[in-house]
């Protein structure tokens, strides 16, 4: 079974940076992509980035050049970092598990190409 918790959000003003950890726990995959999405309220859950076991990624266009998705497999984290955030990117983050590579492979941020999720840590950009 793999475990994954996120942690990191919190409040920031428009323009600041936040960074988001997601640590893997149980068992974990000789090969696995892993994903942030996030869902604001009233909202659809949409994808923000994904990364694979060969460093591949791909991001959604609204978070393009502002955000960054990495890992360190020694400590089976996977990172994202948040620049020159926007009150649009206000919503709970979830960290997402799969040990097929369908999101980076395919270039789609599709919830139902991951198995495992998290519980969500919230981030609000107050303008």
């Known amino acids: 079974q793999v475990q994954l918790v996120e942690s990191g959000g919190g409040s920031v003003q428009a323009g600041g940076s936040l960074r988001l950890s997601c640590a893997v726990f149980?068992?974990?995959?000789?090969?696995?992509?892993m994903g942030w999405f996030r869902q604001a309220p009233g909202k659809e859950r949409e994808g923000v980035a994904a990364?694979?076991?060969?460093?591949?990624?791909t991001y959604a266009n609204s978070v393009k050049g502002r955000f960054t998705i990495s890992q360190d497999s020694a400590k089976n984290t996977m990172y994202l970092q948040m620049n020159s955030l926007k009150p649009e990117d206000t919503a709970s983050y979830y960290c997402?598990?799969?040990?097929?590579?369908?999101?980076?492979?395919?270039?789609?941020?599709?919830?139902?190409?991951?198995?495992?999720w998290g519980q969500g840590t919230q981030v609000t950009v107050s303008s």
């Open positions: 997402a598990y799969d040990y097929r590579l369908r999101a980076t492979r395919a270039g789609q941020l599709r919830a139902d190409f991951f198995n495992y």
């Open positions: 149980g068992y974990t995959y000789d090969t696995y992509s």
């Open positions: 990364i694979d076991i060969d460093g591949m990624t």
